[in-house]
T-cell receptor, first 115, second 115 residues
């Protein structure tokens, strides 16, 4: 059974710091891995999607890496800003015979960037 | 705006009420999903529809009844709910392509409170 774990559960940093969020998964047979952002009481916004054949993806100040063999992904945020404060979720789909795109989520890392 | 809308955004209902949540996607996707997000728990997939056919029911109690009349609309009919069903209900859509799922786009959610 696929399980996704995110560490740390919460993180508070001063503005300007570079930071790393961690995600691990137990079953390495994944099709891709996604990082999402969720603001309080809101839906999810997709940040980055890494295909299983890729090692990393970049979007602006965000860089996500994927190491399938070790079951790990990291989200690197450069020069953090107060607007980055949110909960960051990673998710992997189960690529079974039904091919449904069923996403398994971690519990998220809640980030607070202080001015 | 992600192209996925949900109504209502907030709902308070008694345990004997019947209500429905509505989701609409304007992205031309062929798959739609219902997720439940309870406090301090990971997002849980409830139902998956591909081309209007239900392909996944993640052991959801029968008091939750999904309906997908076409590929753009998804409903979640609620009846005789329990207080523990209070949660944020998120709808998502994606384009299922051969070989696996694509990025899911989430709506803003319906915050449900069951009294």
């Amino acid at each position: 059974k696929q399980e996704v774990t995110q560490i740390p559960a919460a993180l508070s940093v001063p503005e300007g710091e570079n930071l790393v969020l961690n995600c691990s998964f137990t079953d390495s047979a994944i099709y891709n891995l996604q990082w999402f952002r969720q603001d309080p009481g809101k839906g999810l916004t997709s940040l980055l999607l890494i295909q299983s054949s890729q090692r990393e993806q970049t979007s602006g100040r965000l860089n996500a890496s994927l190491d399938k063999s070790s079951g790990r992904s990291t989200l690197y945020i450069a020069a953090s800003q107060p607007g980055d404060s949110a909960t960051y979720l990673c998710a992997v789909p189960l690529h079974g015979s039904s091919n449904t795109g069923k996403l398994i989520f971690g519990q998220g890392t809640t980030l607070q960037v202080k001015p | 705006e992600t192209g996925v809308t949900q109504t209502p955004r907030h709902l308070v209902m008694g345990m004997t009420n019947k209500k429905s949540l509505k989701c609409e996607q304007h992205l031309g996707h062929n798959a739609m999903y219902w997720y439940k997000q309870s406090a301090k728990k990971p997002l849980e997939l409830m139902f998956v529809y591909n081309f209007k056919e239900q392909t996944e029911n993640n052991s959801v109690p029968s008091r939750f009844s999904p309906e997908c009349p076409n590929s753009s609309h998804l409903f979640l009919h609620l009846h005789t709910l329990q207080p523990e069903d209070s949660a944020l209900y998120l709808c998502a859509s994606s384009q299922e392509v051969s070989g696996g799922p694509d990025t899911q786009y989430f709506g803003p959610g319906t915050r449900l409170t069951v009294l």
